[in-house]
């Protein structure tokens, strides 16, 4: 009876063991649930936060340009319209000359050296009629030159070699002048811009000292506004200048390597001339 009875007290145990555990599991699975179901709940609200944040990331740089545009017009506006408009009448003025001599000078770049050289072999085979036509036919002030000399050099009067340096010296310093062209009132633009500015700059102290003694007081809110227009109009008056400067260092730049191609042209066309049968000794 003792042994039955601790045999029946044993499994009774065990049983009572294993439904407490099937209990335990069956609460810890509501809680692992709702464990996840939080955590898939969070990363769904991350997911959400960062789709609704890429927008405004991408229209950050949109707010900055119009934060900037309504800046420059606030300023433009503050410091007094009339002398600032002066001074973007010089830039869009200075930049139109700018942009024309430009163009100009880079339709004006040849290869000298392959455009000499096919020169060179029509006159050497007695073919000047057609270095005449491809000098017409090519553009640029080198080709100029070349015409130039082409045409004396077919001539029965002006082939021999004084006239023909003579000639082409000529057309080099024509030539010269056109690359030169609105180049005057480049600089004139550049020295206007800044003068404008401390033209500004003048009247917004008289503002300023009119204001003083208007109020009879010197506090810094009576000479803040002509101070300001001051500061503002030399400020755009700098830019202007320094944005239409650099153009023109770029255009003295262009101008200066067409005049040392045509200096390298003129030499290759006078030993040409001379090495051609048809000029005069």
Known sequence: MKKLFAIVAMVA?????????VMAQEEAAPAEAAVVDSAAVDSVAEEAEAV????????????????????????FIEGDAGF?????????????????????????QVNTRKFCADLA???AAGKVDQAIAKAKATRGPVAQLGRKAMECLNSNDQNDM???ERTINMEAEVQGAYLE??????????AMAPSLGFLGTVIGMVLAFDNIQKAGDISPT???????????TTIFGIVVALILQVF???ILARIEALTSNMEEAAQELLVMCVRSEKSKK
Do not use: D
């Open 52 to 75: 609704e944040a890429a927008p405004v990331e991408t229209a950050a740089p949109e707010e900055e340009q119009e934060n900037l545009h309504k800046t420059l017009k606030t300023k």
């Open 162 to 164: 004084a006239t023909i």
């Open 121 to 123: 072999a029509l006159v």
């Open 222 to 232: 009576v000479v803040a506004g002509g101070m300001k227009v001051a500061l503002i």
């Open 84 to 108: 600032m408009s002066l001074v973007a009448i010089a830039l869009v003025l200075g930049l139109a000359f700018c942009i024309e001599r430009v163009v100009y000078l880079s339709l004006a």
């Open 248 to 250: 023109y260092n770029f």
């Open 13 to 21: 145990a065990c049983s009572f063991a294993s439904t407490s555990s």
């Open 181 to 190: 062209e609105n180049c005057s009132w480049i600089t004139l633009f550049i």
